[in-house]
């Protein structure tokens, strides 16, 4: 049975977010435009039941608001990541308390493993887990011990383009996947329904499923097709802002 998420959290973006990493060459985020972007998104979480806490921006970490990289929230525990980009290491610190608000239970990565959860996609209880510049095999054993210590599974993903597993990968639930790029056609998604996302759409593979909807970003018509055409009910957003940054929908927030 598909288990419901409750509760989300963000982070509201910092003026410095117009430093964050990004490789997208779409020019530097209009920081105004972004916060009122962020608020949508918020504003769809509630939208699909959910509880948001929304945590302080943080100036001296411009890619903060993508709290999803410096946590992984299971069913069981929290896990606190150890981003590998050097400049987002100092967020996995400033996140536990906020998570450890709602979990009996935390884990913790540690050097030098290093591990972003964009590279983490939850399937039940197994997460595919991709090796990425941000993710290295260390992180992945000490996830999967994690995991395993609550009955959970993982596996690791082999991966050469994606800046995150997620950046091309997006599991929607009931069997349904959205693919695009390298992932398209991998054998270790074969037993899924693969909605193949064109490449010129890339952005639109990460959209995440929040309570039987789909938040998606805006202005990617065939892929919205494609999914609508297989009985996926969108919700649409502007993400201009953060895709200048790399930065998915699913970045954006912790679900849980
Ligand atoms: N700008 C998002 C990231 O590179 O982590």
């Known amino acids: 049975m598909t288990r419901r998420f409750t509760q989300a959290i963000v982070r509201t973006p910092s003026p410095s977010m117009i430093e964050g990493l990004t490789s997208a060459d779409l020019g530097a985020p209009d920081f105004h435009l972004a916060l009122e972007q962020h608020h949508q998104y918020i504003e769809a979480l509630r939208q699909c039941g959910l509880k948001v806490t929304v945590l302080e921006p943080l100036d001296a970490y411009p890619d903060s608001c993508f709290v999803e990289d410096p946590a992984l929230c299971t069913e069981h525990c929290a896990v606190i990541t150890r981003p590998g980009a050097p400049s987002r290491r100092g967020e996995a610190a400033l996140i536990k308390a906020a998570v450890g608000f709602f979990y009996d239970y935390m884990e913790q990565i540690e050097a030098p493993a290093t591990l972003e959860a964009g590279d983490v996609m939850m399937v039940g209880s197994h997460y595919y887990i991709g090796l990425s510049d941000r993710t290295n095999q260390e992180g992945a054993n000490q996830l999967i011990a994690h995991l395993r210590r609550y009955n959970m599974t993982g596996s690791v993903v082999p991966m050469k383009e994606m800046l995150h597993l997620k950046t091309g990968v997006s599991y929607l639930e009931n069997n349904q ?80």
């Open 177 to 256: 996947m959205l693919v695009c790029g390298e992932f398209a056609r991998n054998d270790m998604f074969s037993e899924f329904d693969c909605i193949e996302i064109p490449t010129e759409e890339a952005y639109a593979a990460n959209s995440v499923w929040v309570n039987d909807k789909i938040l998606t970003p805006a202005g990617f018509s065939q892929s919205h097709r494609l999914m609508r055409e297989a009985g996926l009910e969108l919700i649409e957003l502007e993400m201009s802002e953060f895709q200048k940054l790399d930065g998915g929908l699913s970045c954006l927030s912790l679900r849980f």
